[in-house]
DNA sequence: CTCATTGCAAACGATTTGCAGAGAT
DNA sequence: ATCTCTGCAAATCGTTTGCAATGAG
């Protein structure tokens, strides 16, 4: 889809930066959680990907890597608080670096997905904390309705 | 829990109800229908509960009514306005009566479903709707986070 | 050498679908 | 009689798991 920017400064979570957490946390870094990490950081912006689509990108470059290896993965970087997954909807849940703090509206007809600012749902968070003692973790299920083409 | 006012009239759809618009739209009143609708209106308050759910409740009474004739007269009763399924985070989905106009929240950590009131929502509804050009939807899936005893 | 990680295939849970027969109108 | 609906079994989709082999440290 996108291009990646060659190398003006290092991106919030380099390659590197990720490897070396994995070592530290006494993990290995093989070829296949390399590729993972490096389809994830991707082109100028961090990518929003299904499982399936970041085997496929992997699989260009390392073609036996299975899908199954991605899941673990994702699940071994998620506990390393590198990457974060999130429900959109129906459909399969989207991986990204954790980096990117947003939160997510996707559209229920065509499912567009539109970012918004973390901050957006502070007030209401707070509201709901108060008068029904639960705290929203809005970033981890997006928003779902209808986006403007799509809504009557 | 919120407690639905008792009885002064009659509750918003009664089985009868639901049959004679099934009829009215050209479809069949079969006993399994009636059954599955029996069991959404439920006790003193209508159901939340899962297809498979349903289909328990249903077989106690009509033992080969299979579960997806349950999935498939919800989607026929969804059609016509009688029911609404909500989508709580990772689990199956839960089917009840459209009557009941609020939204969830679910705790994360142990799955505990809090309902609030349909207008919770309605000024951060309209901002997003303003800035995002996005209609939030928020009937059709949960609120995910914790609950007082899971949050930290 | 050891133990985390992999590939593969098979299991899984939720939901959907194809089809021939049953039954509501 | 018609045509919707049903039961059953099998298919599908996203994700998880068992296991023996690989390979990172």
Redesign the pocket.
Known sequence: VERARSSAQPPAHRVDDVVAG??AA????????RAIVEVLVGGPHHQHL???EVTERVQAV?P??????V???M??LEELGFVE?L?IGH???VYHLAAEQHLHLVCESCGAVTELPQSTLDAIGEEIRHRHRFRIEPRHFALSGLCEECGE
Not at 64 to 69: F, K
Request: net charge positive.
């Open positions: 994995i070592r006494g993990g290995r870094a093989t070829p296949a959680r299904t499982a399936e390392l036996d890597v299975a899908l199954s290896t899941y673990r993965s699940e071994a997954h429900h459909g399969p849940a």
